[in-house]
Protein backbone atom coordinates (compact mmCIF):
# COMPACT_ATOMS: atom_id res chain seq x y z
CA UNK A 1 0.00 0.00 0.00
CA UNK A 2 0.92 3.19 -1.14
CA UNK A 3 1.13 6.33 0.57
CA UNK A 4 -1.34 8.19 -0.76
CA UNK A 5 -3.82 5.41 -0.01
CA UNK A 6 -2.75 5.51 3.25
CA UNK A 7 -3.28 8.64 3.45
CA UNK A 8 -6.43 8.73 1.26
CA UNK A 9 -7.55 6.09 4.14
CA UNK A 10 -6.99 8.10 6.98
CA UNK A 11 -8.53 11.16 5.75
CA UNK A 12 -11.80 9.37 4.80
CA UNK A 13 -12.23 7.50 7.88
CA UNK A 14 -11.19 10.83 9.81
CA UNK A 15 -13.78 12.46 7.55
CA UNK A 16 -16.92 9.98 8.87
CA UNK A 17 -16.06 10.84 12.66
CA UNK A 18 -15.94 14.34 12.35
CA UNK A 19 -19.56 13.82 10.67
CA UNK A 20 -20.63 11.26 13.05
CA UNK A 21 -19.58 13.01 15.88
CA UNK A 22 -21.36 16.32 14.77
CA UNK A 23 -24.93 14.04 13.93
CA UNK A 24 -24.92 12.67 17.22
CA UNK A 25 -27.45 15.66 19.33
CA UNK A 26 -27.69 14.26 23.18
CA UNK A 27 -24.17 13.09 24.57
CA UNK A 28 -23.83 11.96 28.29
CA UNK A 29 -20.59 13.74 29.55
CA UNK A 30 -21.63 12.04 33.11
CA UNK A 31 -18.01 9.47 32.68
CA UNK A 32 -15.77 10.36 35.31
CA UNK A 33 -13.06 10.11 32.83
CA UNK A 34 -13.61 13.42 30.93
CA UNK A 35 -10.98 14.18 28.40
CA UNK A 36 -7.77 13.92 30.44
CA UNK A 37 -5.86 10.27 29.10
CA UNK A 38 -7.02 7.11 31.45
CA UNK A 39 -2.97 6.86 32.43
CA UNK A 40 -0.09 8.99 32.16
CA UNK A 41 3.45 8.42 32.88
CA UNK A 42 4.21 10.24 36.30
CA UNK A 43 7.30 11.61 35.06
CA UNK A 44 5.23 13.43 32.38
CA UNK A 45 2.66 14.35 34.85
CA UNK A 46 5.17 16.12 37.08
CA UNK A 47 6.50 18.07 33.64
CA UNK A 48 3.00 19.48 32.99
CA UNK A 49 1.33 16.19 31.34
CA UNK A 50 1.98 17.76 27.99
CA UNK A 51 3.22 14.05 26.32
CA UNK A 52 1.35 14.01 22.77
CA UNK A 53 4.63 15.41 20.89
CA UNK A 54 7.03 13.13 23.60
CA UNK A 55 6.05 10.64 26.11
CA UNK A 56 8.01 9.07 28.83
CA UNK A 57 8.63 4.87 28.86
CA UNK A 58 4.71 3.29 29.03
CA UNK A 59 3.50 7.04 28.45
CA UNK A 60 3.19 6.39 24.16
CA UNK A 61 0.48 4.11 24.30
CA UNK A 62 -1.91 6.40 25.79
CA UNK A 63 -0.68 9.91 24.68
CA UNK A 64 -0.16 9.03 20.98
CA UNK A 65 0.20 5.86 18.95
CA UNK A 66 2.40 7.38 16.43
CA UNK A 67 5.50 8.15 19.17
CA UNK A 68 6.39 4.55 19.04
CA UNK A 69 7.75 4.51 15.48
CA UNK A 70 10.25 8.00 16.26
CA UNK A 71 13.30 6.57 17.89
CA UNK A 72 16.61 4.55 17.43
CA UNK A 73 16.73 0.86 16.79
CA UNK A 74 13.70 -1.44 17.06
CA UNK A 75 12.85 -2.40 20.88
CA UNK A 76 12.18 1.57 22.92
CA UNK A 77 11.46 0.20 26.28
CA UNK A 78 10.77 -2.98 28.34
CA UNK A 79 8.80 -1.76 31.49
CA UNK A 80 7.09 -2.35 34.92
CA UNK A 81 6.02 0.36 37.69
CA UNK A 82 3.98 0.86 40.30
CA UNK A 83 2.69 4.55 40.86
CA UNK A 84 1.17 5.42 44.44
CA UNK A 85 -0.16 8.90 44.43
CA UNK A 86 -2.02 10.10 48.00
CA UNK A 87 -3.38 13.96 48.16
CA UNK A 88 -2.08 16.14 50.84
CA UNK A 89 -4.67 16.15 53.05
CA UNK A 90 -5.31 12.91 52.85
CA UNK A 91 -2.51 12.19 55.39
CA UNK A 92 -4.35 13.61 58.38
CA UNK A 93 -7.52 10.66 57.14
CA UNK A 94 -4.85 8.26 57.33
CA UNK A 95 -3.52 8.88 60.83
CA UNK A 96 -7.26 8.44 61.75
CA UNK A 97 -7.56 5.18 60.21
CA UNK A 98 -4.84 3.63 61.36
CA UNK A 99 -5.66 4.43 64.93
CA UNK A 100 -8.89 2.73 64.21
CA UNK A 101 -7.32 -0.13 62.87
CA UNK A 102 -8.15 -3.44 65.01
CA UNK A 103 -10.89 -2.03 66.87
CA UNK A 104 -13.14 -1.49 63.66
CA UNK A 105 -16.80 -1.50 64.08
CA UNK A 106 -19.96 0.80 62.94
CA UNK A 107 -18.76 3.73 65.48
CA UNK A 108 -15.28 3.76 63.74
CA UNK A 109 -16.91 3.81 59.81
CA UNK A 110 -19.19 6.90 61.14
CA UNK A 111 -16.35 8.63 63.17
CA UNK A 112 -14.17 8.32 60.02
CA UNK A 113 -17.08 8.98 57.31
CA UNK A 114 -17.30 12.07 59.84
CA UNK A 115 -13.57 13.23 59.40
CA UNK A 116 -13.79 13.10 55.83
CA UNK A 117 -16.66 15.74 55.87
CA UNK A 118 -13.27 18.20 57.29
CA UNK A 119 -10.39 16.17 55.10
CA UNK A 120 -10.96 15.63 51.81
CA UNK A 121 -9.41 12.38 51.01
CA UNK A 122 -7.30 11.15 47.61
CA UNK A 123 -5.68 7.70 46.99
CA UNK A 124 -4.31 6.58 43.88
CA UNK A 125 -2.59 3.14 42.61
CA UNK A 126 -1.48 2.88 39.00
CA UNK A 127 0.93 0.03 37.70
CA UNK A 128 1.81 -0.76 33.91
CA UNK A 129 4.17 -3.74 32.36
CA UNK A 130 5.17 -4.24 28.81
CA UNK A 131 7.52 -3.59 25.95
CA UNK A 132 7.60 -0.53 23.59
CA UNK A 133 9.43 -0.99 19.82
CA UNK A 134 9.30 0.43 16.68
CA UNK A 135 6.09 -0.51 14.81
CA UNK A 136 4.54 -2.42 17.67
CA UNK A 137 3.85 -1.93 21.38
CA UNK A 138 1.64 -3.58 24.13
CA UNK A 139 1.25 -3.27 27.82
CA UNK A 140 -0.93 -4.48 30.31
CA UNK A 141 -2.14 -1.74 32.62
CA UNK A 142 -4.03 -0.90 35.71
CA UNK A 143 -4.80 2.29 37.25
CA UNK A 144 -7.22 2.69 40.50
CA UNK A 145 -8.17 6.51 41.84
CA UNK A 146 -10.62 7.47 44.97
CA UNK A 147 -11.83 10.54 45.60
CA UNK A 148 -13.88 11.62 48.61
CA UNK A 149 -15.18 15.46 48.99
CA UNK A 150 -16.68 16.18 52.27
CA UNK A 151 -18.37 19.81 52.98
CA UNK A 152 -20.13 20.49 56.23
CA UNK A 153 -22.63 22.64 54.79
CA UNK A 154 -23.79 21.37 52.11
CA UNK A 155 -26.69 22.11 49.69
CA UNK A 156 -29.19 22.24 52.62
CA UNK A 157 -26.75 23.60 55.40
CA UNK A 158 -26.08 19.82 56.19
CA UNK A 159 -23.00 17.99 56.03
CA UNK A 160 -23.04 15.94 52.81
CA UNK A 161 -19.87 13.60 50.86
CA UNK A 162 -19.51 12.93 47.73
CA UNK A 163 -17.88 9.43 46.07
CA UNK A 164 -15.41 9.52 42.74
CA UNK A 165 -14.09 6.30 42.33
CA UNK A 166 -12.53 5.37 39.49
CA UNK A 167 -10.80 1.60 38.18
CA UNK A 168 -9.57 0.91 35.32
CA UNK A 169 -8.12 -2.65 34.30
CA UNK A 170 -6.70 -3.27 31.12
CA UNK A 171 -4.32 -4.19 27.86
CA UNK A 172 -3.28 -1.19 25.65
CA UNK A 173 -1.36 -1.49 22.19
CA UNK A 174 -0.16 0.79 19.58
CA UNK A 175 0.50 -0.21 15.96
CA UNK A 176 3.08 2.98 14.13
CA UNK A 177 5.04 3.30 11.24
CA UNK A 178 6.87 6.56 10.20
CA UNK A 179 7.41 8.08 6.65
CA UNK A 180 11.41 9.56 5.76
CA UNK A 181 11.71 10.61 9.65
CA UNK A 182 9.16 13.40 9.18
CA UNK A 183 5.84 11.82 9.53
CA UNK A 184 4.42 9.60 11.76
CA UNK A 185 0.85 7.54 11.94
CA UNK A 186 -0.16 5.11 14.43
CA UNK A 187 -3.65 3.32 15.73
CA UNK A 188 -3.76 2.41 19.51
CA UNK A 189 -6.90 -0.06 20.34
CA UNK A 190 -7.34 -0.88 24.64
CA UNK A 191 -9.24 -3.44 25.76
CA UNK A 192 -10.45 -1.95 29.14
CA UNK A 193 -12.68 -3.27 32.20
CA UNK A 194 -13.86 -0.30 33.71
CA UNK A 195 -15.21 0.60 37.02
CA UNK A 196 -16.62 3.33 38.63
CA UNK A 197 -18.83 4.96 41.61
CA UNK A 198 -20.33 8.59 41.55
CA UNK A 199 -22.46 9.19 44.25
CA UNK A 200 -23.71 11.28 47.36
CA UNK A 201 -23.93 10.68 50.66
CA UNK A 202 -26.08 13.35 53.34
CA UNK A 203 -26.30 13.64 56.64
CA UNK A 204 -28.16 10.51 57.49
CA UNK A 205 -25.84 8.34 55.39
CA UNK A 206 -23.09 9.25 56.92
CA UNK A 207 -24.73 8.41 60.57
CA UNK A 208 -25.87 4.86 58.91
CA UNK A 209 -23.16 2.65 58.19
CA UNK A 210 -25.45 0.03 56.63
CA UNK A 211 -27.54 2.58 54.75
CA UNK A 212 -23.75 4.31 53.16
CA UNK A 213 -22.91 0.75 52.48
CA UNK A 214 -26.26 0.25 49.94
CA UNK A 215 -25.35 3.82 48.11
CA UNK A 216 -22.52 2.69 47.19
CA UNK A 217 -22.83 -0.81 46.49
CA UNK A 218 -26.16 0.20 44.03
CA UNK A 219 -23.84 2.89 42.76
CA UNK A 220 -21.04 0.91 41.01
CA UNK A 221 -21.04 0.36 37.48
CA UNK A 222 -18.59 -2.07 35.52
CA UNK A 223 -18.16 -3.03 32.12
CA UNK A 224 -16.02 -3.66 29.26
CA UNK A 225 -15.06 -1.44 26.21
CA UNK A 226 -12.74 -1.28 23.44
CA UNK A 227 -11.22 1.69 23.09
CA UNK A 228 -9.35 3.15 19.96
CA UNK A 229 -6.96 6.36 19.27
CA UNK A 230 -5.53 7.36 16.10
CA UNK A 231 -2.06 9.69 16.24
CA UNK A 232 -0.56 11.58 13.89
CA UNK A 233 3.09 13.13 14.55
CA UNK A 234 5.50 15.71 12.18
CA UNK A 235 8.87 16.14 13.18
CA UNK A 236 11.38 18.51 11.83
CA UNK A 237 14.97 17.45 13.32
CA UNK A 238 18.33 19.24 12.79
CA UNK A 239 21.43 18.33 15.37
CA UNK A 240 20.78 20.88 17.85
CA UNK A 241 16.97 21.60 17.81
CA UNK A 242 13.65 19.48 16.69
CA UNK A 243 10.15 20.69 16.20
CA UNK A 244 7.11 18.29 16.64
CA UNK A 245 3.52 18.48 16.02
CA UNK A 246 0.98 16.03 17.03
CA UNK A 247 -2.53 15.76 16.06
CA UNK A 248 -4.64 12.81 18.38
CA UNK A 249 -8.28 11.45 18.10
CA UNK A 250 -8.90 9.95 21.13
CA UNK A 251 -11.96 7.25 21.85
CA UNK A 252 -12.71 7.16 17.99
CA UNK A 253 -16.79 6.48 17.34
CA UNK A 254 -16.87 6.82 21.33
CA UNK A 255 -16.10 4.42 23.82
CA UNK A 256 -19.50 2.25 24.39
CA UNK A 257 -19.17 0.45 27.42
CA UNK A 258 -21.30 -2.43 28.73
CA UNK A 259 -23.12 -2.81 31.97
CA UNK A 260 -24.30 0.87 32.03
CA UNK A 261 -21.23 2.29 32.33
CA UNK A 262 -21.53 6.01 30.54
CA UNK A 263 -19.00 6.53 27.66
CA UNK A 264 -15.97 7.78 26.72
CA UNK A 265 -16.71 10.39 23.74
CA UNK A 266 -14.54 11.10 21.26
CA UNK A 267 -12.18 14.12 21.49
CA UNK A 268 -9.73 15.81 19.54
CA UNK A 269 -6.67 17.04 20.54
CA UNK A 270 -3.10 18.83 19.41
CA UNK A 271 0.28 19.41 20.76
CA UNK A 272 3.47 21.21 19.95
CA UNK A 273 6.94 20.66 21.36
CA UNK A 274 10.41 21.93 21.12
CA UNK A 275 13.36 20.40 22.10
CA UNK A 276 17.32 21.57 22.21
CA UNK A 277 19.67 18.49 22.39
CA UNK A 278 23.20 17.19 22.21
CA UNK A 279 24.34 13.74 21.90
CA UNK A 280 23.37 13.01 25.38
CA UNK A 281 21.13 15.66 27.15
CA UNK A 282 18.18 17.52 25.99
CA UNK A 283 15.98 20.26 26.85
CA UNK A 284 12.16 19.27 25.70
CA UNK A 285 9.49 21.70 26.20
CA UNK A 286 5.23 21.17 24.84
CA UNK A 287 2.40 22.25 25.05
CA UNK A 288 -0.84 20.19 24.60
CA UNK A 289 -4.87 20.97 24.22
CA UNK A 290 -7.16 18.64 24.56
CA UNK A 291 -10.44 18.24 23.93
CA UNK A 292 -11.31 21.03 20.99
CA UNK A 293 -14.68 20.66 20.11
CA UNK A 294 -15.49 20.83 23.87
CA UNK A 295 -17.59 17.85 24.13
CA UNK A 296 -16.77 17.41 27.68
CA UNK A 297 -17.50 21.13 28.34
CA UNK A 298 -15.21 21.65 31.17
CA UNK A 299 -12.96 24.43 32.43
CA UNK A 300 -10.67 25.99 29.98
CA UNK A 301 -7.97 25.48 32.33
CA UNK A 302 -8.04 22.16 32.71
CA UNK A 303 -7.92 21.15 29.31
CA UNK A 304 -4.20 23.00 28.94
CA UNK A 305 -1.19 20.90 29.58
CA UNK A 306 2.61 22.55 29.24
CA UNK A 307 5.66 22.11 31.22
CA UNK A 308 9.46 21.22 30.23
CA UNK A 309 11.26 18.25 31.17
CA UNK A 310 15.57 18.53 31.05
CA UNK A 311 17.08 15.36 30.64
CA UNK A 312 20.81 14.86 31.87
CA UNK A 313 21.94 11.47 30.21
CA UNK A 314 19.81 8.60 30.39
CA UNK A 315 20.18 8.82 34.08
CA UNK A 316 18.32 11.79 35.34
CA UNK A 317 15.91 14.14 34.85
CA UNK A 318 14.29 17.52 36.02
CA UNK A 319 10.82 18.13 35.35
CA UNK A 320 7.95 21.09 36.05
CA UNK A 321 4.98 22.65 34.06
CA UNK A 322 1.58 23.82 34.61
CA UNK A 323 -1.35 21.06 34.71
CA UNK A 324 -4.38 22.00 34.21
CA UNK A 325 -4.18 24.90 36.32
CA UNK A 326 -1.55 24.88 38.05
CA UNK A 327 2.04 24.38 38.51
CA UNK A 328 3.50 21.05 38.84
CA UNK A 329 6.76 19.34 39.39
CA UNK A 330 9.61 15.95 39.70
CA UNK A 331 12.59 14.60 39.27
CA UNK A 332 13.27 10.92 37.16
CA UNK A 333 16.44 8.69 37.97
CA UNK A 334 17.01 5.49 35.83
CA UNK A 335 19.42 2.96 37.65
CA UNK A 336 18.31 0.68 34.90
CA UNK A 337 17.60 -2.24 37.11
CA UNK A 338 15.69 0.26 38.99
CA UNK A 339 13.63 3.58 38.11
CA UNK A 340 12.64 6.07 40.19
CA UNK A 341 9.98 8.96 39.63
CA UNK A 342 8.61 11.15 42.25
CA UNK A 343 6.74 14.62 42.25
CA UNK A 344 3.72 16.81 42.61
CA UNK A 345 0.96 17.95 40.86
CA UNK A 346 -2.65 19.48 42.04
CA UNK A 347 -5.90 18.41 40.45
CA UNK A 348 -9.65 19.49 40.48
CA UNK A 349 -11.30 19.06 43.79
CA UNK A 350 -14.42 21.99 42.23
CA UNK A 351 -17.13 18.96 42.40
CA UNK A 352 -19.83 20.99 43.67
CA UNK A 353 -19.29 24.31 41.71
CA UNK A 354 -18.71 25.90 38.85
CA UNK A 355 -13.97 26.79 38.33
CA UNK A 356 -11.34 25.22 39.81
CA UNK A 357 -10.65 23.71 43.17
CA UNK A 358 -6.91 22.80 43.69
CA UNK A 359 -5.67 19.80 45.62
CA UNK A 360 -2.14 19.28 46.09
CA UNK A 361 -1.54 15.42 45.05
CA UNK A 362 2.62 14.09 45.63
CA UNK A 363 3.13 10.41 43.77
CA UNK A 364 6.48 8.13 43.85
CA UNK A 365 7.15 5.64 41.34
CA UNK A 366 9.44 2.88 41.06
CA UNK A 367 9.94 -0.17 38.83
CA UNK A 368 12.28 -0.75 35.89
CA UNK A 369 13.49 -0.26 32.37
CA UNK A 370 15.70 -2.05 29.69
Known amino acids: MNIRKIFFNLFCKLSFLLIYNHCVNAQDISSLKKAASIYQNPFDLASGGASMTRATQEGVLFANPSLPAFGEGIIRSIFFKNTVSVGAQSIGFLNDAAAAFGSFNTTQLQNLLGDIVKKPVYFGLDSAAGIVTSSFSIAGFSSA???????????????NIQIKSNGFLGVASAISTQFANTLAIGIGPKYIYNAEINADLGVNDILNASQAQSIITNALKKGTAISTDIGVTLQKRTKHFDVRLAGVVA???????????????????????????????????????????????????????????????????????????????????????????????????GNYQAGLLGRQVYFASLGFEL
Open 251 to 349: DVGNTQFTGGVPPWLQTYNAGVGLTLHDETNALHCALDFRDISDVYKEDLPKKVYMGCKLLITRIFGLGFGYLQGWPSYGFVLNLFLMRIEAGTYTKDA
Open 145 to 159: KIDLNGRQFGILGLP
